[in-house]
């Protein structure tokens, strides 16, 4: 805009120059033909003198430019220098992130192969070690000396022959349902209370068998401890509760997983290290997984369960007592095994509670207000669940008692992770089967 105004003035100041200078070659006595040529000749040098300015301002004016040009080219080649730097520093941190998940991931296959192995082992030991039913020979009858005691023992050696064949049908199936992946994760949630807003999960495993029936734990527990498969399920169980935690951790949703595990797997030494190794890889979530086992089996432990309870302990991982029946509880014992929950069902809370001298007490505890009692598991860290709570009537009697958790399908009922979840937290597929293929071929 500056250079439009100025360009008009400059013409018109040569044009006034050039009349001067006429006019005084006019005035001189030049006459007309002197002051008109002296026009012309004023002009000419004028429009020269202008050229020449402005080529020169366009020259300085292009420098400008060429210079603001390097200065940008040169901020480009920065910017492509620091973002090929980043690029190659994400690359870097990409491998370091996936060498950590393939070593924790082959922790955990080396875990289960090992489980799997042994269970194999155990089930070989079994129908070697089995007797062969009672069978009378082709040209020979027995000798029926005592017929109807004969008879009674060939219907018992009957009854037991089916019974040790549905057993171990049964537990092929358990096998087969690990071998085949087959185990669905459940998850149900535990609520703070009066709010009723979800601050922990509580999970299970489901076993399906071949047809898709569910199969609960109470059908199969009894084949599957004695041969160790608990300790596999339990294993599997801790690799996708890890693996949800991870994920709602990505979503900010801050909430705990209580992981079931048996006491079979707390007391098994070759299992257990390998167990603690790989929880020593994922110790960030210690806060996050809390440890369940039942309050029969918390009673039953030995010293080396108790120590393996420690090491668990000391990586800063969680217990939780449910199936609690007995509410006379050692709080000291709890303190020391760090137990910071312990689960009691509805019924069994409500059942307790007593009319003592218009105060209502508690059976096991008779000298004890039944609104203190969980003001008296806090002061050892102990916060205590209502657990299968079904009725808002239940709710109501709870909250007298001031407990702050309840869980129950009043909440919500136990669903299942969607197939999508479940296979991001999927061990490698087959590798369970591969194991049992590699034991036959041995």
Not at 19 to 27: K, P, Q
Request: charged residues 25%; contains cysteine; proline residues 4%.
């Amino acid at each position: 805009m500056m250079r439009k105004v100025t360009v008009p003035l400059l013409i018109g100041a040569y044009l006034c120059l050039s009349l001067i200078v006429a006019l005084m070659l006019w005035r001189g006595g030049g006459g007309w033909g002197a002051g008109i040529a002296g026009l012309i000749g004023s002009l000419g040098f004028c429009l020269a003198v202008h050229g020449w300015v402005e080529r020169s301002l366009e020259a300085g004016d292009l420098r400008e430019e060429i210079g603001a040009v390097r200065e940008a080219h040169k901020i480009l080649v920065d910017l492509i220098q620091n973002m090929d730097e980043r690029l190659t520093e994400l690359g870097e941190n990409v491998q370091e992130d996936a060498a950590r998940r393939s070593e924790a991931l082959g922790v955990e296959v080396r875990v289960l192969e090992d489980l799997i192995e042994r269970m194999s082992e155990s089930l070989d030991e079994r129908l070697a070690a089995r007797p062969e039913p009672y069978m009378p020979s082709a040209g020979h009858a027995p000798i029926q000396a005592h017929p109807q005691p004969q008879a009674h023992l060939h219907a018992q050696a009957h009854a037991q022959d089916r019974a040790y064949h549905q057993q171990a049908a049964l537990l092929e199936t358990v096998r087969e349902a690990l071998a085949d992946n087959r185990v669905d994760l459940y998850l149900q949630p535990v609520v703070g209370l009066p709010q009723r807003r979800t601050v922990f999960y509580e999970s299970f495993s489901r076993l399906r068998d071949a047809t898709g029936r569910i199969m609960m734990p109470a059908e199969y527990l009894s084949v599957a401890e004695p041969e160790g498969l608990v300790s596999a399920i339990d294993n599997l169980l801790l690799f996708r509760c890890v693996q949800i935690v991870r994920r709602l951790a990505k979503n900010d949703r801050k909430v705990g997983i209580f992981c079931n595990i048996a006491l079979g797997s707390l007391g098994d030494e070759a299992f257990f290290p390998q167990f603690l190794e790989f929880l020593a890889q994922n110790k960030d979530m210690a806060g996050a997984l809390i440890f369940e086992l039942g309050q029969p089996a918390f009673d039953r432990r030995g010293s080396v369960e108790a120590r393996n309870m420690a090491k668990l302990a000391d990586l800063g991982f969680r217990f939780s007592l449910d199936k609690v029946t007995d509410l006379d509880l050692d709080f000291q014992d709890l303190s020391r095994a760090d137990v910071k929950f312990v689960k009691v069902s509805a019924e069994v809370l409500l059942s307790q509670l007593l009319d003592v001298d218009g105060q209502t007490a508690m059976r096991s505890l008779k000298d004890l207000d039944a609104a203190d009692f969980a003001q008296l598991t806090r002061r050892y860290g102990v916060e205590v669940i209502a657990e299968k709570v079904e009725t808002e009537r239940q709710v109501v009697d709870i909250l007298e008692l001031n407990i702050g958790y309840g869980q129950g399908n009043l909440f919500g009922e136990p669903r299942a992770i969607r197939d999508a979840v479940l296979a991001e937290t999927d061990p490698p597929a087959d590798f369970m089967r591969t194991s049992l293929r590699r034991r036959a071929v041995r």
